[in-house]
């Protein structure tokens, strides 16, 4: 839901600025690789002291350039197979980094094991959700379910979440709560998101097999 109507809304917006870019020279491939190494700054540098605010401010300024360097893709006609593999493979960095700034945070001064393991774990499944997907296309299957909580949820709810968190730097009392909660929600949603995409894999896979038989046997006769 959020990548299909939150993406054509920032998409519009940021259409001026993927122009401009252009206009400067600046390849697609250029601002994925920024964008990247932007959110993996912030989340590396600022989460793991705590500093949950500024970190997500700067991880989020940097999170656009993944709806940018598409824009810029499109606009110059070069929409590829490598963009694509190059974009999603940086995504799971980025995505990494988040959630390994948490697990640092929780292993460090926020001195909390088990939010440390949920934290791992919510970086561990998001990769395997990613998989399970691209796996299953790899060998012709379909994949058709989405899931529970795909990336953009992923992102947008641990986002806001330590954001709103980091206010507690400002004297917000209570709020710093938020965090663990957001986590507890990504583990969960994605736990449910990897249950429905085996499950469908699985499916498909028998459906797949038992056509395939039942050619066969209709060319035999």
């Not at 259409?15 to 690789?33: M, W």
């Not at 920024?34 to 590396?44: N, Q, S, Y």
């Not at 791992?120 to 989405?146: D, H, M």
Request: with cysteine; hydrophobic share 50%.
């Amino acid at each position: 839901m959020l990548n299909k109507y939150a993406r054509a809304f920032f998409t519009r917006v940021l259409t001026p600025f993927a122009t401009f870019l252009i206009r400067r020279g600046v390849s697609p491939d250029t601002v994925t690789l920024i964008g990247t190494a932007g959110v993996v700054a912030g989340a590396l540098v600022f989460y793991p002291r705590g500093e949950f605010f500024w970190g997500t401010v700067v991880i989020t300024l940097f999170v656009f350039s993944d709806l940018v360097d598409g824009n810029m893709a499109r606009q110059l006609g070069r929409s590829s197979r490598w963009g694509a593999f190059l974009d999603s493979t940086l995504d799971r960095v980025a995505d990494g980094a988040i959630f390994g700034g948490f697990a640092l945070w929780y292993a460090g001064g926020g001195d909390d094991n088990v939010l440390c393991a949920v934290s791992i774990f919510c970086l561990a499944s998001g990769q395997v959700v990613s998989y399970t997907k691209a796996r299953g296309e790899s060998i012709g299957l379909p994949v058709a379910v989405n899931g529970l909580v795909e990336r953009a949820e992923r992102l947008v709810i641990s986002l806001v979440a330590a954001g709103f968190a980091g206010l507690h730097e400002f004297g917000v009392p209570g709020i710093q709560y938020l965090l663990p909660v957001a986590l507890w929600i990504v583990a969960v949603g994605s736990l449910v998101t990897l249950i429905q995409r085996v499950v469908t894999v699985r499916r498909e896979s028998a459906e797949a097999e038992a056509e395939a038989a039942g050619h066969g046997s209709g060319a035999a006769s």
